[in-house]
């Protein structure tokens, strides 16, 4: 089993950038990919952005292309989300979590799951 902690959320304004951590402990040597999710209040949790663990080869949503970049610190079990020139729908709780499935993005492809960070943006 393992276990995902984040941290990093907060509440900016439209525009700012923050920066997401993902702690991860147990067996993160099995998992195939990591990654991040969001989920805004009345909304289905939606996928953001996953890199693989071994290769650290990225894939995003197109709502986040080239505005947040996800990366990987293996020596530390770690995955970072730096999200620029947030927007105002980029509110929500955003997990971290992690797969042994390739090219997942869907959240029942992913089998572990942190607890959630809250970020909110304002305009």
């Known amino acids: 089993q393992v276990q995902l902690v984040e941290s990093g959320g907060g509440s900016v304004q439209a525009g700012a950038s923050l920066r997401l951590s993902c702690a991860a402990s147990g067996r993160s040597f099995s998992f195939y990919a990591m990654g991040w999710f969001r989920q805004a209040p009345g909304k289905e949790r939606e996928f953001v952005a996953r890199?693989?663990?071994?290769?650290?080869?990225?894939y995003y949503a197109d709502s986040v292309k080239g505005r947040f970049t996800i990366s990987r610190d293996n020596a530390n079990n770690m995955v970072h989300l730096q999200m620029n020139s947030l927007k105002p729908e980029d509110t929500g709780v955003y997990y971290c979590?992690?797969?042994?499935?390739?090219?997942?993005?869907?959240?029942?492809?992913?089998?572990?799951w942190g607890q959630g960070t809250q970020v909110t943006v304002s305009s």
């Open positions: 890199i693989r663990w071994s290769s650290g080869s990225t």
């Open positions: 979590a992690a797969t042994l499935t390739s090219a997942a993005t869907s959240v029942t492809d992913f089998g572990s």
